[in-house]
């Protein structure tokens, strides 16, 4: 008898500390569309508006990637998750104390430059703690972030339905992303970390690959599905279905659940990335035959459902691509992460801007479409990975 796949895994102090990072981060990221309505209810603010906050925070998340890497050749990239998140914590109560809309754009804005920095570096430190197995321990470790998407959404949910103010909420996720950056302080001498120094000749030399190119589309449209999901559908629910902030939260938790269910399976079947190019079109897929069937849905349970399976499709999408990237482009760990990002993290704010927008000019049902659009466009990378990656192979 095989024992269970954690005490085969050999456990660090920093998957310690990345996993709680990534737990925190997901709660910030997931926080704004959970309270977005009784947010709105007093700024008086649009769908649009409300699109407006993820995805200005997105594009800041952007900025802070773009510099990531310079940051932590100066000071690791530990501290720079570590700072990362102080930023987060400090924000999260601002926006808490906000007495206007655009003060809390303010602390988005600021927010998404330590968003950045945990966006961009808690993955290379994994990979630099495992880099024989690092697809194995990154689903693990990004298990996390949907784990935090989980407590945070049901949580808040339960809070708002029993009519605790949205600041609250605010003021308790960033007292609790403050406490846990003292992480990040002990040092781990036993990781060597990679990309020390990023010069932007090795970003030309990622960037002049197609299997590059292929991958960057991938995680632009699978961020988008993700994003889809987490930021719109608790008030999806709410003003669909005409159901509570806590049934929003239900639903929300739900997609997460199946997304850390769906990487903590990857990080157990994953065998090596060539065998992962075929996992990620299989859950394609899935997702796509899922999101054809919820513009039908006619009642709020099997919207549950649907979402669920939704979130099991995306889940491999992130940190899958990410690991698939050292195998099949030449370039450091660390600087291929962060590219990658680079083009995810637009993926996540151009689709909850443009989901806000269609609300707005039609309804929320009808933003969907973008959903079925970003799957088939994850699809159609896939195969041209296999393609392209079966014809090198043949050279």
């Known amino acids: 008898m095989k024992p269970p796949i954690l005490l085969t895994m050999r456990i660090k102090r920093i998957d310690i500390a990345a996993s709680t990072a990534l737990f925190v981060y997901a709660a910030s990221m997931v926080i704004t569309p959970i309270c977005l309505l009784e947010m709105a209810k007093e700024f008086s603010f649009s769908y649009t508006g409300g699109g407006a906050l993820g995805g200005v925070k997105n594009f800041l998340i952007l900025a802070s990637l773009l510099i990531s890497g310079f940051i932590a050749a100066k000071i690791t990239k530990r501290l720079a998750v570590g700072t990362g998140m102080v930023i987060v914590g400090i924000t999260l109560i601002g926006a808490g104390l906000a007495t206007s809309y655009e003060f809390v754009m303010i602390c988005m804005i600021i927010m998404g430059i330590g968003c950045g920095l945990i966006e961009a570096l808690t993955n290379p430190l994994i990979h630099d703690a495992h880099p024989e197995e690092s697809n194995r321990y990154l689903n693990y470790?990004?298990?996390?972030?949907?784990?935090?998407?989980?407590?945070?959404?049901?949580?808040?949910?339960?809070?708002?339905?029993?009519?605790?103010?949205?600041?609250?909420?605010?003021?308790?996720?960033?007292?609790?992303?403050?406490?846990?950056?003292?992480?990040?302080?002990?040092?781990?001498?036993?990781?060597?970390?990679?990309?020390?120094?990023?010069?932007?000749?090795?970003?030309?030399?990622?960037?002049?690959?197609?299997?590059?190119?292929?991958?960057?589309?991938?995680?632009?449209?699978?961020?988008?599905?993700?994003?889809?999901?987490?930021?719109?559908?608790?008030?999806?629910?709410?003003?669909?279905?005409?159901?509570?902030?806590?049934?929003?939260?239900?639903?929300?938790?739900?997609?997460?659940?199946?997304?850390?269910?769906?990487?903590?399976?990857?990080?157990?079947?994953?065998?090596?990335?060539?065998?992962?190019?075929?996992?990620?079109?299989?859950?394609?897929?899935?997702?796509?035959?899922?999101?054809?069937?919820?513009?039908?849905?006619?009642?709020?349970?099997?919207?549950?459902?649907?979402?669920?399976?939704?979130?099991?499709?995306?889940?491999?999408?992130?940190?899958?691509?990410?690991?698939v990237s050292t195998t099949f482009v030449k370039g450091d760990p660390t600087l291929l992460f962060i590219l990658l990002s680079c083009f995810g993290i637009p993926g996540i704010g151009i689709a909850t801007w443009v989901m806000g927008y269609i609300g707005d000019m039609s309804s929320l049902n009808r933003a969907l479409i973008v959903i079925p659009i970003s799957y088939m466009m994850v699809i159609l990378s896939c195969i041209l990975l296999l393609l392209v990656t079966r014809a090198k192979k043949k050279q």
């Not at 239900?250 to 769906?262: R, V």
């Open 141 to 323: 470790v990004n298990a996390f972030f949907s784990i935090g998407v989980v407590f945070t959404v049901i949580i808040a949910g339960f809070l708002l339905t029993f009519d605790i103010s949205w600041r609250t909420i605010f003021i308790m996720t960033g007292i609790l992303t403050l406490t846990s950056a003292l992480l990040f302080l002990p040092k781990d001498d036993a990781i060597q970390e990679s990309g020390s120094s990023v010069h932007f000749k090795n970003w030309l030399l990622c960037l002049k690959q197609p299997i590059f190119w292929i991958l960057a589309t991938a995680i632009f449209f699978g961020g988008a599905a993700e994003a889809a999901f987490t930021f719109w559908s608790a008030s999806y629910i709410q003003v669909h279905f005409s159901a509570m902030a806590s049934a929003g939260g239900i639903g929300t938790a739900l997609f997460a659940l199946a997304m850390a269910i769906g990487r903590m399976t990857t990080g157990k079947i994953t065998k090596n990335h060539h065998a992962d190019r075929w996992l990620l079109l299989g859950v394609s897929l899935l997702g796509l035959i899922v999101s054809l069937g919820i513009y039908t849905t006619p009642s709020i349970n099997i919207f549950y459902l649907m979402l669920f399976l939704s979130g099991f499709a995306v889940a491999p999408y992130w940190p899958t691509i990410q690991s």
